[in-house]
């Protein structure tokens, strides 16, 4: 296993947009999303994002320019700056990661629509 400059294992990427990450013996969920709506992530979408996130009892990361940041907690959404074009990964640890990180996908290409 590679691990890299962050102390983690390296992401082994396979299946187009559907990335595997071995961490501790456990495969994270990962999915790529780029953010197209005007205002990006911030403000009313993020809060959107936040209450999605709060769904799921998986672990959930959101994880721009090799930030990341717990995708349930508003201040660390906002700190990435997220704005229109951004492309983001989404990764979820959990009994439901899959369909946290697939929910949220969802939200995002829908450009926040409720």
């Known amino acids: 296993?590679?691990?890299?400059?962050?102390?983690?294992?390296?992401?082994?990427?396979?299946?187009?947009?559907?990335?595997g990450?071995?961490?501790?013996?456990?495969?994270?969920?990962?999915?790529q999303a780029t953010v197209n709506n005007q205002v990006g992530l911030h403000a009313r979408p993020a809060t959107f994002f936040i209450q999605k996130a709060n769904e799921f009892k998986s672990t959930i990361w959101v994880e721009k320019d090799e930030q990341r940041v717990n995708a349930k907690s508003l201040l660390g959404v906002l700190s990435l700056g997220?704005?229109?074009g951004s492309?983001?990964?989404?990764?979820?640890?959990g009994t439901d990661e899959k369909d946290a990180v697939d929910a949220l996908v969802e939200l995002i290409s829908s450009d926040f629509a409720d």
């Open 82 to 84: 997220i704005i229109k």
């Open 21 to 31: 990450k071995e961490f501790g013996g456990t495969i994270m969920y990962i999915k």
């Open 87 to 93: 492309t983001i990964d989404l990764i979820a640890d």
């Open 1 to 19: 296993m590679k691990i890299g400059i962050d102390g983690h294992p390296e992401i082994c990427y396979s299946y187009g947009s559907i990335l």
